[in-house]
């Protein structure tokens, strides 16, 4: 049996691992758009700041395709022919599966119109989404550009722009919410958190939208929404993602934001989808989208092998989670987005600079935060992610005593 697994990434890389970690010895064919080995994004703020040094950007090692027996095919798939069970490359050529798995990723959205030489490109804007995207920021640091400005203040937005602030650079963020992190956090967690990134030398630009990039020889000003101009040598957006599908149009697949899949992570007929590109249930609302995590794309990974495998093992839902150690104090976030859902109730505490943050619906988690203890998360990961009453832990954790409550007959039972 032939494995056709498009995307080297977080969800195909675990696939592909998982298939021979269970005893698969077919042929496992790897379609990868970028020429380097398997790598981890969560790593890509450590590779920059090292200046490309940091060699533990390559997880799985570099000898990934030889250790796992895969073929490794670089270049993109253009389209997918489901019925005669074959894909097409970009150069024309095709390939034929048994079984495909769809792991493409996402790219960056960037809501930004561009007046630049190359008349309407994205090109001017540099990003985080992928190696390749790295190293052609890299490359500008290292002419020497000194100032840079950023746009989004979401979780991707603030790792850019405090890593190159640690580099040494002038940052600038342009964020058209009224805090940072709006997705993460509330307004009053996200203030403390602004002024740690103010005394860091962040220059914060809230309230405020960009619209147009522009320049006479190379990007060279930014326009806000009310006419102010902001200055910059590097323009990066940190504005979202979009899921990598455009080469699906006419498959047959569903497509909404995503790959539509079932419980099983089938797109099709002897077609899976996972990570970035796959629309999955949420475990807390309940609610269908793609979730951009790199847990839950190697989640994803793991379950698509094992029904390749011939199991049939539904996938639980996805569950958003993020954390932020470079304010100097944890931030982890987990749950609902801010503002997703309406919570019953909210449980507040703070206490010595730590903040800790709980939102509950129909007596569950639906959302926690903490900012600075960190103790206890472990156990709200797993209250939440079984979506167990919060009740018999309410206590403990208002006492911040959570860890004790593994000890309760409530969880040993």
Not at 36 to 55: C, D, I, N, Q
Not at 356 to 384: Q, S
Request: hydrophobic share 40%; with cysteine.
């Amino acid at each position: 049996m032939r494995v056709l697994i498009a995307g080297a990434g977080p969800a195909g890389t675990a696939v592909a691992e998982s298939l021979r970690e269970m005893g698969f010895e077919g042929e496992i064919f790897m379609f990868t758009a970028e020429p380097f080995p398997p790598y981890s994004p969560p790593v890509l703020a450590e590779y920059l700041k090292t200046r490309g040094e940091s060699k533990t950007i390559f997880w799985k090692g570099e000898d990934f395709a030889e250790r796992v027996g895969a073929v490794f095919i670089y270049g993109k798939i253009s389209a997918l022919d489901m019925g005669n069970r074959r894909v097409f490359s970009e150069d024309g050529k095709e390939y034929e599966y048994d079984k495909l798995v769809i792991a493409t990723g996402a790219r960056m959205w960037i809501p930004v119109k561009c007046e630049c030489p190359e008349e309407g490109s994205k090109e001017k804007f540099y990003n985080f989404k992928s190696l390749t995207a790295v190293n052609k920021l890299m490359n500008e640091l290292k002419k020497g550009a000194e100032k840079a400005v950023v746009i989004g203040a979401g979780f991707i937005g603030m790792e850019i722009a405090l890593s190159l602030r640690e580099m040494g650079l002038r940052v600038t963020v342009v964020e058209m919410m009224n805090r940072i992190l709006p997705r993460m956090v509330n307004e009053t967690i996200a203030r403390p958190l602004e002024e740690e990134v103010r005394k860091r030398g962040i220059e914060l630009r809230l309230n405020s939208k960009a619209v147009l990039l522009r320049g006479r020889e190379t990007a060279e000003e930014l326009v806000l929404e009310n006419g102010e101009v902001i200055k910059g040598e590097l323009f990066i957006a940190a504005t979202g993602v979009k899921p990598n599908v455009d080469f699906l149009k006419d498959s047959g697949l569903t497509i909404g934001k995503g790959i539509k899949v079932n419980e099983y992570l089938e797109a099709g007929p002897d077609v899976y989808a996972g990570g970035d590109v796959a629309e999955v249930k949420d475990i807390v609302t309940g609610n269908v989208y793609p979730h951009a995590i790199y847990p839950e794309a190697v989640a994803q990974g793991k379950v698509i092998a094992a029904n390749l495998m011939g199991h049939r093992i539904p996938y639980p839902g996805g569950l958003n989670m993020n954390s932020l150690h470079h304010f100097g104090l944890p931030l982890i976030s987990e749950g609902a987005m801010e503002g997703e859902e309406e919570p019953d109730e909210e449980i507040f505490l703070e206490k010595g600079g730590n903040i800790k943050r709980l939102l509950l619906k129909d007596a569950k988690i639906l959302r926690f935060e903490l900012v600075g203890e960190k103790k206890g998360a472990g156990l709200l990961h797993w209250i939440t992610e079984r979506r167990l009453p919060f009740q018999p832990y309410r206590e403990a954790f208002i006492r911040g005593r959570l860890n004790t409550a593994f000890n309760m007959p409530f969880v040993s039972s």
